[in-house]
């Protein structure tokens, strides 16, 4: 997984080029994990999570692949959850730096642009209660609206493929539902 992420933040880096419009994103989320229980243990504590607010901020590319309507979008999000156990009345946080890759479509307006992306995400956690994976991979999309000026709005889900539980008690999968403004330098491009 190392050199896997070593070679995304690599190919992040060559994305800066001419052909690429630098965005940054900040906001709030509400999610963390989703569970199930399997049969061993149906009563188990993850069954009665409770999502908190977090926070989430990054720095995506929008690289042109064809006339200003399709795009690849590289970028590297920190992503912080908060999720509480209500049987036990424990809060967990973990914090995520995120790096995802999407295809997007691009529909162009009189007052702005309609944007919609797809892709996936590997995340690595630099900080977490619990005992879980470090590592994530899954699936995220996006959909937004920018202003000609740059200013946006956008809402995120990702919803993870890999089970993050050390325990054969219960499964947990990222579920996280992301929101918040994005500015995007120099303007839309026509």
């Known amino acids: 997984m190392k050199k896997l992420f070593v070679t995304i933040a690599v ?25 199930n229980a399997n049969s061993k243990n149906p009563a188990s504590t993850l069954r009665s999570l409770k999502s908190g607010f977090g926070f989430s901020g990054g720095v995506m590319y929008d690289i ?19 999720v509480t156990i209500k049987d036990l009345n424990e809060k967990m946080t973990t914090q995520w730096i995120q790096i995802p890759l999407s295809v997007g479509y691009r529909s162009d307006g009189q007052f702005g642009s309609f944007d919609a992306f797809f892709g996936v995400y590997y995340g690595r956690a630099i900080k977490q209660d619990g005992d879980f994976s470090s590592n994530d991979f899954g699936i995220n999309a996006e959909v937004g609206y920018t202003f000609p000026l740059g200013l946006g709005l956008f809402v995120n889900y990702k ?11 219960y499964r947990a999968f990222t579920n996280l539902v992301s929101f918040g403004v994005s500015f995007q330098f120099g303007g839309r491009k026509e």
């Open 11 to 35: 190919a992040l880096l060559a994305a800066i080029s001419a052909s690429a419009q630098l965005k940054i994103e900040v906001g709030g989320n509400f999610g963390g994990f989703s569970n």
């Open 64 to 82: 042109n692949l064809l006339n200003n309507v399709f795009f690849l979008e590289p970028g590297v999000n920190y992503v912080m959850n908060n």
């Open 159 to 169: 919803r993870g493929l890999l089970d993050l539980s050390s325990t054969s008690s």
